[in-house]
T-cell receptor
Framework: ETGVTQTPRHLVMGMTNKKSLKCEQHLGHNAMYWYKQSAKKPLELMFVYSLEERVENNSVPSRFSPECPNSSHLFLHLHTLQPEDSALYLC??????????????FGPGTRLTVL | AQSVSQHNHHVILSEAASLELGCNYSYGGTVNLFWYVQYPGQHLQLLLKYFSGDPLVKGIKGFEAEFIKSKFSFNLRKPSVQWSDTAEYFCAVISSASKIIFGSGTRLSIRP
């Protein structure tokens, strides 16, 4: 399979549950990203991993915990979420560096609903 | 703080009308510029990009964008839209000082 894949595509969870989102990229990129897409808001960059190290955390609440075990996989662990965390969570990857290779490729997203 | 502004939140056009979506950014240095499109039910995909050279960039599906450095703008254009262009369009900027920053998006609706 090519590109960026995300599982699950849809997730409904209660506020006390613990769940994880998974992202996998098959493009040989060295950077991966988590974004939150809410209605009528700009895409919010949550986390950036470059060469498997976290390089940016845009003040995301601790109930979101990322994990990047290798350059092809990225997880977002969720616990004690709030209803306002309901959104589409997008994963992306790119070849790191301020050059012509840093176009981002996006996965289809996980539609998360917190009850 | 650096930012990307898309002033048109929702644009409604009839088929065959011409399209121009505005994008302005706030950063004085070297930038890479992108337009992404998200069709209904599909994931974000790259429409076109500018890194250097000719400021008029051609993308897929007949879209083009012009980088005007003096205006900090990268407007998206298409001379004649089709119903299948109904989508949400996002402008994005990467600078040497920051990771990618996206605009809030413009929803384009085309009347058949």
């Amino acid at each position: 399979e090519t590109g960026v894949t995300q599982t699950p595509r849809h997730l409904v969870m209660g506020m006390t549950n613990k769940k994880s989102l998974k992202c996998e990229q098959h493009l040989g990129h060295n950077a991966m990203y988590w974004y939150k897409q809410s209605a009528k808001k700009p895409l919010e960059l949550m986390f950036v991993y470059s060469l498997e190290e976290r390089v940016e955390n845009n003040s995301v609440p601790s109930r979101f915990s990322p994990e990047c075990p290798n350059s092809s996989h990225l997880f977002l662990h969720l616990h004690t979420l709030q209803p306002e965390d309901s959104a589409l969570y997008l994963c992306a990857s790119s070849q790191e560096g301020f050059s012509s290779y840093n176009e981002q490729f996006f996965g289809p997203g996980t539609r998360l609903t917190v009850l | 703080a650096q930012s990307v502004s898309q002033h048109n939140h929702h644009v409604i056009l009839s088929e065959a009308a011409s399209l121009e979506l505005g994008c302005n950014y706030s950063y004085g240095g070297t930038v890479n510029l992108f337009w992404y499109v998200q069709y209904p039910g599909q994931h974000l995909q790259l429409l076109l990009k500018y890194f250097s050279g000719d400021p008029l960039v051609k993308g897929i599906k007949g879209f083009e964008a012009e980088f005007i450095k003096s205006k900090f703008s990268f407007n998206l254009r298409k001379p004649s839209v089709q119903w299948s262009d109904t989508a949400e369009y996002f402008c994005a900027v990467i600078s040497s000082a920051s990771k990618i920053i996206f605009g809030s998006g413009t929803r384009l609706s085309i009347r058949p």
